[in-house]
Every structure is written in structure tokens, then in C-alpha cells.
């Protein structure tokens, strides 16, 4: 099974950063992508960002500027958050794309969630 931990959530005044971190374990054979999605109370799951392993980052637009993501090998996965906004408060997922074996298809797999709340 593939496992990924997240750490780094919290309660942080609006402005303030964060910085969320997650590790892939388990019988892995390969990522494709890593990436952040976020769940607010009452709302859908949505993208916050993605890296790619050639490198490529998408961001949502609302995140745009004030998120950083960031890999430094192939099961790590950072998310730096500036200037953090009332808005920014959800339960904040790791997810990746990833392989068990070569000949495996590629399957979704998702952290225990982290909460991030952003009050005054």
C-alpha cells in the first residue's frame, strides 16, 4: 500500500505562513505528480497546486503568488503558504499519482488530511 503523512497544519493570524509537508512510503514504483488539494467546510474538494517529476507546477488562481510548491526528491512533497488569508481555512490533502509495480496502472492516493485555519 502507498501511504502519505502530512504535518505542518495549524492556526496561524491572517497574513501570517505555514509550511505543509508530506512523505510517500510504501511499495511505490513510481510517481508521476504530488500535489496539495484543499477542503473547506461546506464545499468541494479543490486543486491548491501540483509538481509534475519534469518539473511542471499548476496553481490555483486563488493561491496564485502566495503558495509555493516545492518537491526534493520523488516522495516529497512542501507546500509554503504566505500570506495567509481567512479564506485559506480547509482541511488541507497530500495527494499523488503513483505506481505500486511497472506493470501496475496508476492510482490515486490520498493523506490523512491537516487543518489549517486562518483567524484573528
Known amino acids: 500500500q502507498v501511504q502519505l503523512v502530512e504535518s505542518g497544519g495549524g492556526l496561524v493570524q491572517p497574513g501570517e505562513s505555514l509550511r505543509l509537508s508530506c512523505a510517500a512510503s510504501?511499495?511505490?514504483?513510481?510517481?508521476?505528480?504530488m500535489g496539495w488539494y484543499r477542503q473547506a467546510p461546506g464545499k468541494e474538494r479543490e486543486l491548491v497546486a501540483t509538481f509534475t517529476n519534469g518539473g511542471t507546477t499548476v496553481y490555483a488562481d486563488s493561491v496564485k503568488g502566495r503558495f509555493t510548491i516545492s518537491r526534493d526528491n520523488a516522495k516529497k512533497v512542501y507546500l509554503e503558504m504566505n500570506s495567509l488569508e481567512p479564506e485559506d481555512t480547509a482541511v488541507y490533502y497530500c495527494n499523488c499519482n503513483a505506481r505500486k509495480f511497472w506493470y501496475s496502472p496508476e492510482s490515486a492516493y490520498w493523506g490523512q488530511g491537516t487543518q489549517v485555519t486562518v483567524s484573528s
Open positions: 510504501g511499495r511505490i514504483f513510481s510517481i508521476n505528480v
